[in-house]
Protein backbone atom coordinates (compact mmCIF):
# COMPACT_ATOMS: atom_id res chain seq x y z
CA UNK A 1 0.00 0.00 0.00
CA UNK A 2 2.52 1.72 0.84
CA UNK A 3 3.76 1.74 -2.59
CA UNK A 4 0.66 2.76 -3.96
CA UNK A 5 1.27 6.01 -1.77
CA UNK A 6 4.52 7.17 -3.44
CA UNK A 7 3.01 6.43 -6.89
CA UNK A 8 0.21 9.05 -5.97
CA UNK A 9 2.91 11.56 -4.63
CA UNK A 10 4.83 11.27 -7.48
CA UNK A 11 1.81 11.92 -9.67
CA UNK A 12 0.80 14.77 -7.56
CA UNK A 13 3.60 16.78 -8.19
CA UNK A 14 4.35 16.06 -11.64
CA UNK A 15 0.65 17.67 -11.81
CA UNK A 16 1.68 20.79 -9.97
CA UNK A 17 4.76 21.22 -12.39
CA UNK A 18 2.60 20.72 -15.38
CA UNK A 19 0.45 23.31 -13.92
CA UNK A 20 -2.64 22.32 -12.78
CA UNK A 21 -4.93 23.40 -10.38
CA UNK A 22 -2.98 22.77 -6.80
CA UNK A 23 -6.20 22.94 -4.85
CA UNK A 24 -7.64 20.13 -6.93
CA UNK A 25 -4.73 18.53 -6.94
CA UNK A 26 -3.87 17.93 -3.57
CA UNK A 27 -7.49 17.73 -2.69
CA UNK A 28 -7.86 14.71 -4.72
CA UNK A 29 -4.62 12.94 -4.13
CA UNK A 30 -5.26 13.03 -0.01
CA UNK A 31 -8.51 11.42 -1.13
CA UNK A 32 -7.61 8.65 -3.25
CA UNK A 33 -5.10 8.14 -0.59
CA UNK A 34 -7.97 7.85 2.37
CA UNK A 35 -9.74 6.04 -0.37
CA UNK A 36 -7.08 3.32 -0.76
CA UNK A 37 -6.33 3.47 3.22
CA UNK A 38 -10.13 2.16 3.58
CA UNK A 39 -10.81 5.40 5.51
CA UNK A 40 -12.42 8.08 2.67
CA UNK A 41 -14.33 10.43 5.49
CA UNK A 42 -10.87 11.08 7.48
CA UNK A 43 -9.95 13.37 4.39
CA UNK A 44 -13.24 14.92 4.26
CA UNK A 45 -13.03 16.06 8.33
CA UNK A 46 -9.06 16.86 7.60
CA UNK A 47 -11.26 19.01 4.45
CA UNK A 48 -13.85 20.20 7.69
CA UNK A 49 -10.87 21.10 10.26
CA UNK A 50 -8.47 22.93 7.83
CA UNK A 51 -11.86 25.21 6.55
CA UNK A 52 -11.98 26.79 10.20
CA UNK A 53 -8.04 27.24 11.19
CA UNK A 54 -8.42 29.97 13.41
CA UNK A 55 -5.15 30.97 13.70
CA UNK A 56 -4.28 30.91 9.85
CA UNK A 57 -7.87 32.04 8.54
CA UNK A 58 -7.49 35.78 10.49
CA UNK A 59 -3.49 35.75 10.03
CA UNK A 60 -3.76 35.19 6.04
CA UNK A 61 -7.18 37.14 5.29
CA UNK A 62 -6.95 40.35 7.40
CA UNK A 63 -2.97 40.59 5.79
CA UNK A 64 -4.12 40.31 2.23
CA UNK A 65 -7.26 42.53 2.91
CA UNK A 66 -4.68 45.20 3.97
CA UNK A 67 -2.69 44.90 0.79
CA UNK A 68 -6.00 45.29 -1.03
CA UNK A 69 -6.67 48.67 0.69
CA UNK A 70 -3.05 49.72 0.57
CA UNK A 71 -3.54 49.47 -3.46
CA UNK A 72 -6.71 51.50 -3.03
CA UNK A 73 -4.94 54.01 -1.31
CA UNK A 74 -1.69 54.15 -3.68
CA UNK A 75 -0.01 53.92 -0.45
CA UNK A 76 2.18 51.12 -1.90
CA UNK A 77 2.79 53.07 -4.82
CA UNK A 78 4.09 55.86 -2.26
CA UNK A 79 6.33 53.20 -0.52
CA UNK A 80 7.52 52.08 -3.90
CA UNK A 81 8.50 55.63 -5.54
CA UNK A 82 9.76 57.01 -1.77
CA UNK A 83 12.20 53.68 -1.54
CA UNK A 84 13.48 53.99 -5.42
CA UNK A 85 13.57 57.53 -5.07
CA UNK A 86 16.27 57.26 -2.52
CA UNK A 87 17.99 54.21 -4.02
CA UNK A 88 19.20 55.86 -7.32
CA UNK A 89 20.96 58.22 -6.09
CA UNK A 90 23.25 55.66 -5.11
CA UNK A 91 24.97 54.87 -9.01
CA UNK A 92 27.38 52.17 -6.88
CA UNK A 93 25.21 50.09 -5.25
CA UNK A 94 21.97 50.13 -7.43
CA UNK A 95 22.02 46.37 -8.75
CA UNK A 96 22.80 45.51 -4.66
CA UNK A 97 20.49 47.96 -3.78
CA UNK A 98 17.39 47.04 -6.05
CA UNK A 99 17.71 43.61 -4.55
CA UNK A 100 17.48 44.78 -0.75
CA UNK A 101 14.72 47.70 -1.50
CA UNK A 102 12.30 45.00 -3.20
CA UNK A 103 12.80 42.55 -0.44
CA UNK A 104 11.93 45.68 2.18
CA UNK A 105 9.08 46.05 -0.17
CA UNK A 106 7.75 42.58 -0.63
CA UNK A 107 7.96 42.33 3.44
CA UNK A 108 4.87 45.16 3.34
CA UNK A 109 3.42 43.85 -0.04
CA UNK A 110 3.46 39.86 0.59
CA UNK A 111 2.68 39.11 -2.86
CA UNK A 112 5.52 38.10 -5.43
CA UNK A 113 3.89 39.03 -8.17
CA UNK A 114 2.40 42.03 -6.97
CA UNK A 115 5.69 43.61 -5.93
CA UNK A 116 7.27 42.50 -8.51
CA UNK A 117 4.75 44.85 -10.95
CA UNK A 118 4.70 47.44 -8.87
CA UNK A 119 8.93 47.41 -8.14
CA UNK A 120 9.60 46.42 -11.35
CA UNK A 121 7.21 49.43 -12.96
CA UNK A 122 9.76 51.78 -11.42
CA UNK A 123 12.84 50.59 -10.97
CA UNK A 124 13.74 48.10 -14.04
CA UNK A 125 13.38 51.10 -16.77
CA UNK A 126 15.78 53.25 -13.64
CA UNK A 127 18.51 50.33 -14.10
CA UNK A 128 18.42 50.22 -18.05
CA UNK A 129 18.56 53.98 -18.25
CA UNK A 130 22.09 53.91 -16.32
CA UNK A 131 23.39 51.40 -18.58
CA UNK A 132 22.82 48.27 -16.78
CA UNK A 133 21.56 45.48 -18.85
CA UNK A 134 18.03 44.79 -18.98
CA UNK A 135 18.38 41.38 -17.56
CA UNK A 136 20.49 42.20 -14.63
CA UNK A 137 17.57 44.74 -13.97
CA UNK A 138 14.98 42.27 -13.87
CA UNK A 139 17.30 39.41 -12.19
CA UNK A 140 17.87 41.92 -9.35
CA UNK A 141 13.88 42.93 -8.77
CA UNK A 142 13.05 39.67 -8.88
CA UNK A 143 15.82 38.12 -6.58
CA UNK A 144 14.06 40.24 -3.69
CA UNK A 145 10.88 39.11 -4.04
CA UNK A 146 10.68 36.78 -1.17
CA UNK A 147 10.57 39.60 1.90
CA UNK A 148 7.23 37.84 2.65
CA UNK A 149 9.50 35.53 5.10
CA UNK A 150 9.19 38.24 7.35
CA UNK A 151 5.35 39.08 6.82
CA UNK A 152 3.15 37.27 9.56
CA UNK A 153 0.93 37.17 6.94
CA UNK A 154 2.63 35.13 5.10
CA UNK A 155 1.03 31.26 3.98
CA UNK A 156 4.35 29.65 5.70
CA UNK A 157 4.75 31.64 8.54
CA UNK A 158 1.58 31.30 10.53
CA UNK A 159 1.46 26.92 9.26
CA UNK A 160 4.71 26.83 10.92
CA UNK A 161 4.11 28.84 14.11
CA UNK A 162 0.53 26.30 14.38
CA UNK A 163 2.29 23.54 14.30
CA UNK A 164 5.19 24.33 16.55
CA UNK A 165 2.43 25.95 19.22
CA UNK A 166 4.46 29.30 18.85
CA UNK A 167 3.56 32.72 17.94
CA UNK A 168 4.53 33.55 14.32
CA UNK A 169 6.83 36.18 15.16
CA UNK A 170 8.88 33.82 17.17
CA UNK A 171 9.03 32.18 13.66
CA UNK A 172 10.05 35.40 11.98
CA UNK A 173 12.53 35.91 14.62
CA UNK A 174 13.95 32.40 14.53
CA UNK A 175 15.03 32.49 11.16
CA UNK A 176 15.86 36.18 10.72
CA UNK A 177 19.24 36.02 10.98
CA UNK A 178 19.09 33.13 7.98
CA UNK A 179 17.52 34.84 5.75
CA UNK A 180 18.78 38.54 6.19
CA UNK A 181 22.10 36.12 5.39
CA UNK A 182 20.94 34.56 2.62
CA UNK A 183 19.59 37.87 0.98
CA UNK A 184 23.24 39.22 1.19
CA UNK A 185 24.31 36.32 -0.33
CA UNK A 186 21.30 36.69 -3.36
CA UNK A 187 22.34 40.30 -3.62
CA UNK A 188 25.91 39.84 -3.34
CA UNK A 189 26.26 37.04 -6.19
CA UNK A 190 23.55 38.90 -8.57
CA UNK A 191 26.05 42.12 -8.58
CA UNK A 192 29.04 39.76 -8.69
CA UNK A 193 27.17 37.99 -11.91
CA UNK A 194 26.94 41.19 -13.70
CA UNK A 195 30.01 42.95 -13.04
CA UNK A 196 31.32 39.42 -14.61
CA UNK A 197 29.35 39.28 -17.68
CA UNK A 198 30.06 42.96 -17.94
CA UNK A 199 26.43 43.92 -17.55
CA UNK A 200 26.73 46.41 -14.52
CA UNK A 201 27.12 49.11 -17.21
CA UNK A 202 27.71 50.10 -19.98
CA UNK A 203 24.14 48.76 -21.83
CA UNK A 204 22.82 51.20 -24.56
CA UNK A 205 19.12 49.82 -25.72
CA UNK A 206 16.38 51.39 -26.78
CA UNK A 207 16.60 55.52 -26.90
CA UNK A 208 16.31 56.99 -23.44
CA UNK A 209 12.70 55.64 -23.12
CA UNK A 210 10.00 58.44 -23.28
CA UNK A 211 9.27 60.68 -20.31
CA UNK A 212 6.02 60.92 -20.46
CA UNK A 213 4.92 59.63 -16.97
CA UNK A 214 4.95 62.78 -14.88
CA UNK A 215 6.84 63.12 -12.06
CA UNK A 216 5.20 61.30 -8.84
CA UNK A 217 4.90 63.57 -5.83
CA UNK A 218 5.87 61.22 -2.86
CA UNK A 219 3.84 61.75 0.19
CA UNK A 220 6.01 60.24 3.19
CA UNK A 221 3.35 59.94 5.17
CA UNK A 222 1.26 57.60 2.85
CA UNK A 223 4.61 56.20 2.34
CA UNK A 224 4.89 55.02 6.18
CA UNK A 225 1.39 53.08 6.42
CA UNK A 226 2.22 50.09 4.63
CA UNK A 227 4.81 49.60 7.46
CA UNK A 228 2.65 50.39 10.59
CA UNK A 229 1.33 46.88 10.96
CA UNK A 230 5.12 45.32 10.92
CA UNK A 231 6.19 47.94 13.30
CA UNK A 232 3.22 47.42 15.60
CA UNK A 233 4.19 43.35 15.51
CA UNK A 234 7.43 43.75 16.09
CA UNK A 235 7.28 46.40 19.07
CA UNK A 236 4.37 44.09 20.48
CA UNK A 237 6.30 41.13 20.30
CA UNK A 238 7.32 38.86 23.05
CA UNK A 239 11.33 39.48 21.91
CA UNK A 240 10.83 43.63 22.29
CA UNK A 241 7.77 44.14 24.39
CA UNK A 242 7.73 47.56 23.80
CA UNK A 243 4.00 47.94 23.84
CA UNK A 244 1.59 45.64 25.43
CA UNK A 245 1.76 42.29 22.86
CA UNK A 246 -0.37 43.04 19.31
CA UNK A 247 -1.82 40.05 17.13
CA UNK A 248 -1.80 40.11 13.72
CA UNK A 249 -6.07 41.16 12.91
CA UNK A 250 -5.84 44.12 15.15
CA UNK A 251 -2.58 45.33 14.02
CA UNK A 252 -3.76 44.67 9.78
CA UNK A 253 -7.03 46.63 11.01
CA UNK A 254 -4.85 50.13 12.61
CA UNK A 255 -3.41 49.94 9.83
CA UNK A 256 -6.31 50.34 7.65
CA UNK A 257 -7.92 52.96 9.66
CA UNK A 258 -4.68 55.18 9.62
CA UNK A 259 -4.70 54.66 5.83
CA UNK A 260 -8.25 55.86 5.62
CA UNK A 261 -7.72 58.83 7.91
CA UNK A 262 -4.16 59.74 6.13
CA UNK A 263 -5.51 59.33 2.93
CA UNK A 264 -9.21 61.12 3.71
CA UNK A 265 -10.48 57.64 1.46
CA UNK A 266 -13.98 56.45 1.64
CA UNK A 267 -14.62 54.36 4.47
CA UNK A 268 -17.50 52.57 2.47
CA UNK A 269 -14.72 51.82 -0.69
CA UNK A 270 -12.12 50.90 1.82
CA UNK A 271 -14.46 48.27 3.56
CA UNK A 272 -15.42 46.99 0.20
CA UNK A 273 -11.38 46.27 -0.76
CA UNK A 274 -10.93 45.26 2.42
CA UNK A 275 -13.48 42.44 2.66
CA UNK A 276 -12.63 41.80 -0.90
CA UNK A 277 -9.47 41.08 -0.41
CA UNK A 278 -9.98 38.70 2.50
CA UNK A 279 -12.41 36.59 0.50
CA UNK A 280 -9.84 36.37 -2.19
CA UNK A 281 -7.31 35.29 0.39
CA UNK A 282 -9.94 32.63 1.93
CA UNK A 283 -10.17 30.85 -1.77
CA UNK A 284 -6.59 31.75 -3.01
CA UNK A 285 -4.22 30.73 0.06
CA UNK A 286 -6.53 28.98 2.59
CA UNK A 287 -7.42 27.21 -0.38
CA UNK A 288 -4.43 26.01 -0.97
CA UNK A 289 -3.58 25.06 2.96
CA UNK A 290 -7.24 23.05 2.99
CA UNK A 291 -5.76 21.01 -0.04
CA UNK A 292 -2.65 20.31 1.67
CA UNK A 293 -4.18 19.61 4.88
CA UNK A 294 -6.21 16.58 2.77
CA UNK A 295 -3.31 15.70 1.37
CA UNK A 296 -0.88 15.00 4.29
CA UNK A 297 -4.14 13.32 5.90
CA UNK A 298 -4.26 11.07 3.01
CA UNK A 299 0.41 10.42 3.52
CA UNK A 300 -0.70 9.42 6.77
CA UNK A 301 -3.77 6.68 6.53
CA UNK A 302 -1.75 5.73 3.89
CA UNK A 303 1.29 5.09 6.08
CA UNK A 304 4.11 7.10 3.77
CA UNK A 305 4.69 9.43 6.20
CA UNK A 306 5.31 7.07 8.79
CA UNK A 307 7.73 5.50 6.30
CA UNK A 308 9.01 8.27 5.08
CA UNK A 309 9.92 9.63 9.20
CA UNK A 310 11.36 5.98 9.71
CA UNK A 311 13.98 6.09 6.97
CA UNK A 312 15.01 9.88 8.08
CA UNK A 313 15.20 8.28 11.40
CA UNK A 314 18.20 6.50 10.39
CA UNK A 315 20.01 9.40 9.38
CA UNK A 316 19.75 13.18 10.34
CA UNK A 317 21.84 14.38 7.03
CA UNK A 318 18.71 12.37 5.18
CA UNK A 319 16.71 14.47 6.90
CA UNK A 320 18.36 18.24 6.35
CA UNK A 321 18.63 17.63 2.82
CA UNK A 322 15.04 16.55 2.25
CA UNK A 323 13.77 20.25 4.09
CA UNK A 324 16.48 21.75 2.25
CA UNK A 325 16.61 20.98 -1.61
CA UNK A 326 12.97 19.01 -1.41
CA UNK A 327 11.12 22.09 -1.65
CA UNK A 328 13.53 23.80 -3.18
CA UNK A 329 13.73 21.63 -6.45
CA UNK A 330 9.70 21.50 -6.64
CA UNK A 331 10.08 25.43 -6.65
CA UNK A 332 11.86 25.57 -9.29
CA UNK A 333 10.08 23.06 -11.83
CA UNK A 334 6.32 24.15 -10.36
CA UNK A 335 6.86 27.87 -9.79
CA UNK A 336 5.42 27.69 -5.71
CA UNK A 337 7.11 26.83 -3.47
CA UNK A 338 3.57 26.74 -1.29
CA UNK A 339 2.31 23.64 -2.07
CA UNK A 340 5.45 21.66 -1.69
CA UNK A 341 6.42 23.59 1.55
CA UNK A 342 3.24 22.81 2.99
CA UNK A 343 3.05 19.20 2.40
CA UNK A 344 6.34 18.82 3.46
CA UNK A 345 5.90 21.01 6.81
CA UNK A 346 2.54 19.55 7.59
CA UNK A 347 3.66 15.75 6.89
CA UNK A 348 7.46 15.70 8.21
CA UNK A 349 8.35 18.81 10.03
CA UNK A 350 5.87 18.04 12.94
CA UNK A 351 8.02 14.96 14.03
CA UNK A 352 11.24 17.11 13.47
CA UNK A 353 11.87 16.30 17.05
CA UNK A 354 12.29 12.91 16.60
CA UNK A 355 15.60 13.84 14.08
CA UNK A 356 16.95 15.61 16.97
CA UNK A 357 15.81 19.40 15.37
CA UNK A 358 13.07 22.24 16.17
CA UNK A 359 9.94 22.42 14.68
CA UNK A 360 10.32 26.47 13.69
CA UNK A 361 14.41 25.39 12.38
CA UNK A 362 13.28 22.66 9.93
CA UNK A 363 9.61 24.64 8.74
CA UNK A 364 11.81 27.66 8.69
CA UNK A 365 14.63 25.98 6.22
CA UNK A 366 11.94 24.34 4.27
CA UNK A 367 10.10 27.84 4.21
CA UNK A 368 13.12 29.78 2.86
CA UNK A 369 14.36 26.73 0.44
CA UNK A 370 10.84 26.79 -1.20
CA UNK A 371 10.88 30.86 -1.64
CA UNK A 372 14.17 30.45 -3.36
CA UNK A 373 13.58 27.74 -5.61
CA UNK A 374 10.74 29.45 -6.82
CA UNK A 375 13.44 32.46 -8.26
CA UNK A 376 14.79 30.07 -10.44
CA UNK A 377 11.22 29.48 -12.16
CA UNK A 378 10.89 30.57 -15.49
CA UNK A 379 7.13 29.60 -15.07
CA UNK A 380 7.43 31.91 -11.49
CA UNK A 381 4.87 34.77 -11.69
CA UNK A 382 6.86 36.87 -9.98
CA UNK A 383 9.45 35.73 -13.15
CA UNK A 384 7.45 35.81 -15.98
CA UNK A 385 6.20 39.77 -14.98
CA UNK A 386 10.04 41.08 -14.79
CA UNK A 387 11.05 39.61 -17.62
CA UNK A 388 8.30 41.22 -19.70
CA UNK A 389 8.75 44.39 -17.95
CA UNK A 390 12.49 43.80 -19.18
CA UNK A 391 11.70 42.44 -22.53
CA UNK A 392 14.00 39.52 -21.91
CA UNK A 393 13.28 35.70 -21.65
CA UNK A 394 12.59 34.12 -18.49
CA UNK A 395 15.13 31.82 -18.48
CA UNK A 396 17.53 34.64 -18.71
CA UNK A 397 16.53 35.47 -14.89
CA UNK A 398 16.86 32.45 -14.07
CA UNK A 399 20.61 31.96 -14.71
CA UNK A 400 21.58 34.85 -13.31
CA UNK A 401 20.05 34.30 -9.87
CA UNK A 402 21.10 30.67 -10.01
CA UNK A 403 24.74 31.17 -7.93
CA UNK A 404 23.01 33.51 -5.54
CA UNK A 405 20.12 30.97 -4.70
CA UNK A 406 21.75 27.70 -4.68
CA UNK A 407 24.48 28.92 -2.12
CA UNK A 408 22.25 30.90 -0.59
CA UNK A 409 19.81 27.78 1.02
CA UNK A 410 23.12 25.72 1.66
CA UNK A 411 24.51 28.59 3.86
CA UNK A 412 20.75 28.61 5.41
CA UNK A 413 21.15 24.30 5.67
CA UNK A 414 24.24 24.77 7.89
CA UNK A 415 22.92 28.09 9.99
CA UNK A 416 19.65 26.28 10.51
CA UNK A 417 20.11 22.97 11.03
Known sequence: MIWIGYGIVILT??????????????????????????KIMAGFTAFSKAMVNE???????????????????????????????FLTKFRMVLILGTVLVTFAINTALVSAAGCAAAVGAILIPALKSVGIHP????????????????????????FIAKIAGVDVM??????????????LIVAVMLNLVAVFRKENQGYEGVQQESKEEEVFKINFLMALMPLVPLVLLILGSKQVAVIPEVSVAPAMLTGIMLACIVTRSNPQEVSKKFFTGMGNAYGDIIG????AAVFITGMELIGLTG???????????????????????????????????????????????QFGMGITQMGSQAYLSGSLGRLLSPVAGATIVCAQIAG????????????GAILAIIVTMFMLL
Open 13 to 38: FVAIIKQYETRMVLFLSGLLMALVSG
Open 55 to 85: GLVVAICTVMGFAYVMKLTKCDMHLVHSLAG
Open 135 to 158: AIAASAVLAGTWGSVFSPGSVQGP
Open 170 to 183: TVIVGHSVAAITAI
Open 288 to 291: IIIG
Open 307 to 353: ALIAAMKESVGVAKIAATFGPFIIAVLSGSGEAATLAFNGAVTVHAG
Open 392 to 403: VNPVALVKRNAP
